[in-house]
């Protein structure tokens, strides 16, 4: 994959790395599901053999990864193969309509329920203690917003993650645009 070899130019800079892969629906990067209509998916296998792990510049480093509930099996998985240790679900999002109001399933139907939230897991390079200080120990973990693009995660993640960890070297993986005080890689990123 071109992406990986561009990817791997970023090796050993970053104290904080925010990703939200591709992720295959059923298990394979395939179009069948609805991510599948709006870009490409990757499989677990490539999701799994990028080097996240190299990015990182220290000992000490922070990787804040989206998935869907149902399919947050995937998430641990690549967050064992890629060295890191699962910490907790940094955040919570609550997908809301545009009166602010919590949306009800909608869409194909669920097999139990309609998940309308998705999450943003922590991982880090230890299993103990805090990457680095915590600088706002107040910080919320639910984060209701409406919905954008297909997959589009509520821009103030990035600045609650600044807000807990500080003006760090950071990059947005699988960006779909630049952000200021971010580095960004991704196919959407111009």
Same mark, same amino acid.
């Given at each position: 994959?071109?992406?990986?070899?561009? /990817?791997?130019?970023?090796?050993?800079?970053?104290?904080?790395?925010?990703?939200? #892969? =591709?992720?295959?629906?059923?298990?394979?990067?395939?179009? @069948?599901?609805?991510?599948?209509? +709006?870009?490409?998916?990757?499989?677990?296998?490539?999701?799994?053999?990028?080097?996240?792990?190299?990015?990182? $510049?220290?000992?000490?480093?922070?990787?804040?990864?989206?998935?869907?509930?149902?399919?947050? @099996?995937?998430?641990?998985?690549?967050?064992? *193969?890629?060295? %890191?240790?699962?910490?907790?679900?940094?955040?919570?999002?609550?997908?809301?309509?545009? *009166?602010?109001?919590?949306?009800?399933?909608?869409?194909? =139907? #669920?097999?139990?329920?309609?998940?309308?939230?998705?999450?943003?897991? /922590?991982?880090? /390079?230890?299993?103990?203690?805090? #990457?680095? =200080? /915590? %600088?706002?120990?107040?910080?919320?973990?639910?984060?209701?917003?409406?919905?954008?693009? +297909?997959?589009?995660? #509520?821009?103030?993640?990035?600045?609650?993650?600044? *807000?807990?960890?500080?003006?760090?070297?950071?990059?947005?993986?699988?960006? $779909?645009? $630049?952000?200021?005080?971010?580095?960004?890689?991704?196919?959407?990123?111009?």
């Amino acid at each position: 994959m071109s992406q990986m070899i561009a /990817l791997s130019e970023h090796a050993a800079g970053y104290d904080l790395i925010y990703a939200d #892969p =591709p992720w295959p629906m059923y298990g394979s990067a395939t179009k @069948d599901g609805a991510a599948g209509k +709006h870009y490409d998916l990757m499989s677990i296998d490539e999701i799994c053999d990028m080097p996240i792990r190299a990015l990182f $510049r220290g000992r000490e480093g922070a990787l804040f990864l989206w998935c869907t509930c149902p399919r947050a @099996d995937l998430a641990f998985r690549a967050i064992a *193969s890629w060295g %890191l240790h699962y910490r907790g679900v940094a955040f919570v999002w609550v997908k809301t309509n545009k *009166s602010g109001a919590i949306i009800n399933g909608q869409g194909v =139907p #669920p097999t139990c329920t309609k998940p309308t939230t998705e999450l943003c897991l /922590l991982a880090t /390079l230890r299993p103990r203690g805090r #990457p680095f =200080p /915590l %600088l706002d120990c107040a910080m919320g973990q639910v984060v209701l917003h409406g919905r954008g693009r +297909h997959s589009e995660k #509520p821009p103030v993640i990035r600045d609650k993650i600044v *807000s807990l960890y500080g003006d760090r070297p950071r990059i947005e993986l699988f960006a $779909r645009a $630049r952000v200021s005080g971010w580095d960004a890689w991704g196919m959407e990123t111009s």
